[in-house]
């Protein structure tokens, strides 16, 4: 229900990243999403900006958008390896390789290829005697980095996660509410939520003496935000822990 027809367009964003097991893949990556906003309190909203915040973080990473033609430059470097690989014919058994995958890409439009594609082109590795011819079709290949149709992907891939995460999200807590029923995450953040409450906190801190915290390498976010309120109401705490068994 929250894929609402965008899981053609994930399957085929998959592929263009070079995803074989996409239905795996696809619910690792929504599942991640889903428990790191859980753990960190955010509403389905909360993950849509975190995703628009992920996505200008991932482009920053990347160089411009070329605008000269990729495709054609790594096409025309694919086939001028390939002829100098065929008119070698050393025997080498790396030479052999290499020259199997050239073959295989050139059946294929430039367009087509995946970006593992790509990759794979940049780390080409005939014989010794053969890399400098190749070297052109490997910096050719290495400028995908470079190449707008790539960044297209990545922000229509990434957006589109955290978009079917957050739904996914929505359709969990409205049917959680529909059952009237709760889990551990629930508890944490409307403890947090009462904490923040004046008359809660006057209680707490007439009763409150000390904080006791053990296993802190196995807080989460929200947990931390909680521990942090009682802080501010307890006169003493001790937090206890070993980062060395830490699991976030």
Known sequence: GALAGDEAELNTLAGHFGIEDFADTLHKRLQDISDAARANALDPEGVRESGRRSLASLLGVFPAAAEDDLDGQLAAALQTAKAVLEAAADGIDKTAKALDLLRKLSSRPVADFAW???????????SAKLRAAV?????????????????????????????????????????????????FVDQEAMVLSLLGRADVRDRLKEDLDLLLVDEFQDTSPIQLAVFLRLLDLAPRAEWVGDPKQSIF
């Open 116 to 126: 593992i594609d790509w990759v794979r082109l940049t780390k080409l590795d005939p």
């Open 135 to 183: 070297l052109p079709l490997r910096n050719a290949a290495a400028a995908h980095v470079r190449h707008p149709r790539l960044r297209a992907d990545l922000e229509r891939w990434t957006t589109l996660l955290f978009e079917v995460a957050a739904r996914a999200l929505e359709r969990f807590q409205q049917w959680k509410r529909e059952r009237r029923l709760m889990d």
